[in-house]
Nanobody, 117 residues
């Protein structure tokens, strides 16, 4: 099993920045890719950014150039640096880990990001 704990959400004005952190525990050696997803009220959960164990990254078009995902394998931590935040970035942000242990995909509890205009 893998446990994920997010932190760093909050309320910020448009144009501001936040950094989200997600610390993994448990069977961390089994983790491959990690990522951040978000879900706004009434909308489906969507991928924001993902990073492989080797550092290859993937971003949603809506956040390219503004968000940066990074990973510290020694600390079992993945970060999401969010700059130039917009009101439409308001959502609950969830950390995800793909691992080689059942059930192979793990989720954190989520952290709320609210961007005021």
């Amino acid at each position: 099993q893998v446990q994920l704990a997010e932190s760093g959400g909050g309320l910020v004005q448009a144009g501001g920045s936040l950094r989200l952190s997600c610390v993994a525990s448990g069977s961390t050696n089994s983790i491959n890719a990690m990522g951040w997803y978000r879900q706004a009220p009434g909308k489906q959960r969507e991928l924001v950014a993902a990073i492989s164990r080797g550092g290859r990254t993937n971003y949603a078009d809506s956040v390219k150039g503004r968000f940066t995902i990074s990973r510290d394998n020694a600390k079992n931590t993945v970060y999401l640096h969010m700059n130039s935040l917009k009101p439409e970035d308001t959502a609950a942000y969830y950390c995800n880990a793909d691992a080689q242990v059942s059930p192979y995909s793990f989720w954190g509890q989520g952290t709320q990001v609210t961007v005021s205009s």
